[in-house]
């Protein structure tokens, strides 16, 4: 049987419940069994909702979606090795967002619920407006005042309503909060159907190695909807009998804002909140995240760790492959700043012939201008 539990009190509640937080203020999950008809699958459009049997919602009529999904997975030679690259920056709205939103606002389609909340620096919120525009939902989405303008645009553009809140991103989750108060919150960390929309690039990577799990996976990580979902993606695959092992997780943050990485490191039991410093990778500028303690715990259950860079290994990592042709926003750079740092530190072990598998989380035609500044 489907339904949502609170992390912190174990409360269950209905799927059909219009919530996205328990009553005592917990985290919730979903509690769900996905099926996977690989002949049925294999016989489908490529798109992220061929896996429907593994996406938690209830009628087809409600799915909102742009056929998106089945995103290249390309092998690039990075610092003398080839790795794997999920080219998520080209989906419909230019990040892999798109897939949390496909799968959130055809829940909230389904709830009958006509207008949404969400706080974002910027790409989850570009989703959600697009999304919630094709499905006629009207939506308000928060930003820090100093988000990317080609993210503004598209949100605007989108015929959301824009509230740019100034300082840090944390006050930008504060002032959503309060208005998720009377308005349900679409958000891309807290309300668990996002998550069931990225595990779909778990599915997608199975699928195109075979049905196979590679051995690595490292992922730029903020807010963790990326990471989260691929641990839940592979879980599924694995307690289905399709694959035969979860990957290990590496989580790449930068050195100006890492509270996953020293919590870690530390071995805390909760994740502290920091005071972060500006950051060109504002898609992972996350000083609080709140699934921060689930984070950890699946990066721990892979026996995976936390890897931090700096400005310049992400500038230095972005001018890269952007003269190799691959046009990425800055934090989809982090990643592979994090891949050299990981490939400097632990290849030596591994007899070389790793499988590893990064991500292009964003394009660059959402952060042109602030790109050019250095």
Known sequence: ???????????????????????????????????????????????????????????????????????????????????????????????????????????????????????????????????????????????????????????????????KIPGTREDTAAAVLKAAETVYYASHYWNPFFFHGTKTFAFEVAEQLGWKSPDTLILAVGNGSLILGAYIGFKELYDAGIIDKIPRLIGVQTENCAPLYHAFRENLKKVPEIKGKKTIAEGIAIAAPIRGNQIIEAVRNTGGHFIVVSEDEIKESLKEMCRRGYYIEPTAAAAIAGVKKYLHHHQQGSGGDELIVLVFTGHGLKAGRKMLEF
């Open 1 to 163: 049987m489907s339904e949502l539990i609170c992390q912190a009190c174990s409360t269950v509640y209905s799927m059909n419940d219009p919530r996205w937080q328990c009553d005592c203020g917990g985290l919730l999950d979903i509690s769900f069994v996905p099926a996977f008809p690989l002949e049925k699958i294999k016989q489908r459009k490529p798109l992220m909702w061929r896996y429907r049997e593994a996406i938690p919602i209830e009628n087809d009529a409600h799915i909102v979606s742009f056929d998106e999904g089945f995103t290249p997975l390309s092998e690039v030679v990075i610092a003398g090795k080839k790795v794997l690259i999920k080219q998520e920056h080209l989906f419909p709205t230019g990040s892999f967002k798109d897939r949390g939103a496909s799968v959130l606002i055809s829940k909230i389609k389904e709830l009958g619920i006509s207008k949404v909340v969400e706080d974002s620096s910027g790409n989850a919120g570009s989703a959600i407006a697009a999304y919630c525009a094709a499905a006629g939902i009207a939506c308000d989405i928060y930003v820090p005042a100093d988000t990317s303008e080609g993210k503004l645009a598209q949100i605007q553009l989108f015929g959301a309503n824009l509230n």
